[in-house]
């Protein structure tokens, strides 16, 4: 079966722990936290984890460079 280029963009994300996203964002991890909570950054909660797409934050990265 053929796979579009959206399904094939989504198996190759990578997923990113906080730590990572916080590095990647030059932020601590709480900074990170408080970004989520006033929804600055597309992010995902497992019980008490935060997760991040790799893909998404590098576009957050785009986008704020272009402010």
């Given at each position: 079966?053929r796979?579009?280029?959206i399904?094939?963009?989504?198996?190759?994300?990578?997923?990113?722990?906080?730590?990572?996203?916080?590095?990647?964002?030059?932020?601590?991890?709480?900074?990170?936290?408080?970004?989520?909570?006033?929804?600055?950054?597309?992010f995902?909660?497992?019980?008490?984890?935060?997760?991040?797409?790799?893909k998404?934050?590098?576009?957050?990265?785009?986008?704020?460079?272009?402010?």
């Amino acid at each position: 079966a053929r796979l579009t280029a959206i399904e094939m963009e989504k198996r190759t994300d990578e997923v990113l722990n906080l730590a990572v996203t916080a590095v990647m964002l030059g932020k601590t991890p709480e900074a990170v936290k408080q970004m989520c909570r006033r929804n600055k950054l597309p992010f995902r909660r497992h019980q008490k984890s935060y997760f991040f797409s790799k893909k998404e934050i590098t576009k957050y990265l785009l986008q704020c460079g272009q402010d």
